[in-house]
């Protein structure tokens, strides 16, 4: 295999030659052998992004000159394009606040830039990964800044896999609004409603989600490029650090700005706390809605999509595998939130070492939300009702009774009930009717009157 030889402080290392990596890449890979996760594709986009508005930033004031900027401008536009995938090798499970993933970037963008020119891969005295490439930065302004880009793109992505899904309740929602069943509390029947009811508590839960996941970009707008090293801008021209923020906007297209106090914003990253927190929220409600959907399809009053054989011993069964993986992701998404929580108490001073890490866990729930809406959404949409099932539960039930105080009182209901329970079993609604009259039932357990919010007018006309 042909190498070049790099050099560091730490002394020389052979580079594969047909990589556009170079030492500090290299050391990390051999350093950090951890695991099968890579650093996420987002982030080297937006970290790509970062890299580009600082080269604009450093050239409009003249310190690239025209042709060497041009050249790590249409890298780092390369590297934005999806281009080169395989030269960001590195472990996501890495010390040094992600100086690793920083210098990882540098070395790609130098190399490119340098073969876009007609030079070598590693002659840095003509462009260099640190002089150029890193020229008025630190890893701890351009890689939580880059985290915050690359969190709102996915969290744009979140909010559409969200509305999908809000949209499948909605419509089931509508479509079972006139079929009646019992509600539940505590495992035991409690008052009647109608399937769309139900239906309605899960899009209303979403619809809160769709909300939230919205507001999460208004948290990560602020950034703390030009900060440098722990905020000051130590090493930094002033009005570099006014022009990179203005080029960073324009290349994302994002409503960023810079912190108020970039101390502040390197130092602590309890952003990613309150944001994770947030689609915590989410994946709480998923867990939820997925378990009732399960619970409903077991007692037959909704069928939820057969989508794969559920055994392989017991012949024709059939499990609601979505639902299950729904709820995996839900608890996972419960965990790296608490992982999150405690990467960001876990900085020192003017840094947070654990940055890699809250990058990891954050772009992942992300991830695995939009996916996970996404599988539900087509899966909500292939519910069906089965309102012969439905009709049983309601038609059957004594707590029908509840819906008949405003009109008979507690009293006469028990002794209703008394009776009811004290003679052969028959149909309760036709019991009701033996009792009270076919026009009352008919009126009190109609779907209107169930679900309408309180009673305002009696049945017999008279107000209530």
Sequence with gaps: MNTRIEKDNLGEHEIPSEVYWGIHTSRAIANFNISDYKVSPILIKALAMVKLACCIANYELKYFDKIIAEAIIKSCEEIIEGQFPDQFPIDAMQGGAGTSTNMNMNEVIANRALEILGYERGQYEIINPIGHCNLHQSTNDVYPTALKIASILQIRQLSEAIAGLQGALQKKEHDFADIMTIGRTEMQD????????????????????????????????????????????????????????????????????????????????????????????????????????????????????????????????????????????????????QLIANCASRGSLQINEFLPLIAFAILETIELLTNTDKMLEKHVSGIEANPEMCRKYFENNEMLITAFLPEIGYEKAEEIIDEYQNTPKQNFREFLQSKLGSDMVSNVLSPGNLMSLGFREKYNGEKG
Excluded at 238 to 243: D, E, G
Excluded at 244 to 270: F, H, M, P, S, Y
């Design 190 to 337: 409690a008052v009647p409603i109608t399937l769309g009811g139900q239906f309605s508590s899960f899009s209303e839960a979403i619809a809160r989600d769709r909300w939230r996941t919205f507001k999460c970009e208004e948290r990560l707008r602020t950034v703390n490029i030009g900060g440098t090293a722990v905020g000051t801008g130590l090493t930094a021209p002033q009005n570099y650090i006014f022009l990179v923020i203005e080029k960073l906007r324009q290349i994302t297209n994002l409503g960023l700005t810079r912190a108020e106090t970039l101390l502040d914003q390197t130092a602590n990253a309890d952003v990613f706390v309150e944001v994770s927190g947030i689609l915590n929220a989410h994946g709480t409600n998923l867990i939820k809605i997925a378990d009732d959907l399960r619970l409903l399809h077991f007692l037959r009053e909704i069928k939820l999509p057969s989508v794969q054989t559920g055994s392989s011993i017991m012949p024709g069964k059939v499990n609601p595998v979505i639902t299950e993986a729904t709820i995996s992701v839900g608890l996972k998404v419960n965990s790296n939130t």
